[in-house]
């Protein structure tokens, strides 16, 4: 399959019937995220940020009900990193570091007293730009949770949320020789390049890829 390597074809068969059972809700979400960035405020798409900034380490469910618990509290787009803290505290690993980068990429952000995240990402020409600048300028925020970030806003038809999840599933695929011991920017946009042709010569498009991925281990459709 041109410069993927030898497939496994049965393994391949399996992930694209995965696809089908779980089309209609895989689609239902990708929706979703495309209306964060179509119709969210830009407390909307901070929220996701948020988020990905919370889930390394740490569970994506504990994470996203600690953001939903910072908002309804009125925390997340006000509160010092102290405050923010404490209400992670049992929810998410690392938690002060965490909510000191929340809260530094929220200051980064503000301008006249408002957000202004949706501004600076409109300004890019497309999503790489976008996580280019990310990863430069958000503390905590490497590749794979930009492009986290970036998919669950409805930017992600064209970047890769390389975990090791997915990396083992690239490998057991053949779509890569084997599973990295790390992960630099080179050889993070050369994985990249590998699964956007896969997915570009089976059909699926990697945000897709990534959704049957996280349901086949988790089983649920989720973030």
């Known amino acids: 399959m041109g410069e993927t390597g030898t497939i496994d074809r049965e393994r391949l068969a399996e992930l694209l019937a995965e696809y089908q059972e779980r089309r209609e ?16 405020s830009d407390e ?7 988020f990905c900034l919370f889930t390394p380490q740490s569970k994506a469910k504990s994470c996203w009900g600690a953001v939903q618990s910072l908002c309804a509290e009125g925390l997340l787009y006000c509160a010092e990193p102290e405050v923010m803290a404490q209400h992670l505290c049992t929810r998410v690993r690392f938690h002060h570091t965490k909510a000191r980068n929340v809260a ?3 200051d980064l952000l503000t301008r006249d007293g408002k957000l202004r995240l949706r501004e600076k990402l409109a300004s890019f020409s497309d999503a790489r730009e ?12 490497g590749y794979k949770e930009a492009s986290h970030f970036l998919r669950n806003i409805g930017w992600g038809e064209e970047l890769a949320i390389l975990d090791r999840h ?7 695929l053949g779509v890569i020789d084997e599973v990295p011991t790390s992960l630099s920017r080179r050889k993070y ?5 590998k699964l956007l042709g896969f997915c570009k010569e089976v059909g699926l498009r990697p945000d897709i890829f990534d959704m049957v991925l996280w349901a086949r281990q988790t089983g649920e459709v989720f973030k």
């Open 130 to 141: 976008a996580r280019e600048w990310l990863v430069a300028n958000v503390k905590g925020l």
């Open 166 to 172: 997915i990396l083992r599933n690239l490998a057991a």
């Open 44 to 50: 909307d798409i901070f929220a996701e940020l948020a």
């Open 189 to 193: 946009l050369e994985i990249e390049e």
């Open 25 to 40: 809700v895989i689609e239902k979400r990708l929706a979703e995220f495309h209306r964060v960035w179509e119709q969210g």
């Open 104 to 106: 530094a990429v929220r």
